[in-house]
């Protein structure tokens, strides 16, 4: 169970509060209005959870890739570069004459 204190005495002390995690082994939940707001937690107690966040995670991270890498190409539409070839023929940083609108034409151009 943990040791709940109101953040105002909490604020008052701090001091008092990590030694209780740190060498006492205590947990302290933080309040506000009754509410739990915030938990002081030992770092080895900090270093578990997040462990345990990212075991509980890389099941689905492993499924994720899984269905990347069985996505094949796909030849494109019939007219599909019809329809986009404009945007098929975009070129970051302007055209060929060196214009970007909003800035200056490019020295080599």
Known sequence: MAYEIPVTQARAELAELINR???GGERVVVTR???PLVALV???DLE???AEQEAAQAPAQEQVIRSVSTVRDVPSAPGERGRFGIAAEHRP???ASGYR???PRRPDA
């Open 21 to 23: 995690v740190v060498y």
């Open 42 to 44: 030992s770092a080895a």
């Open 33 to 35: 209005h009754g509410k």
């Open 101 to 103: 609108p909003g800035g």
């Open 93 to 95: 940083g302007g055209d």
């Open 48 to 50: 578990r959870l997040e």
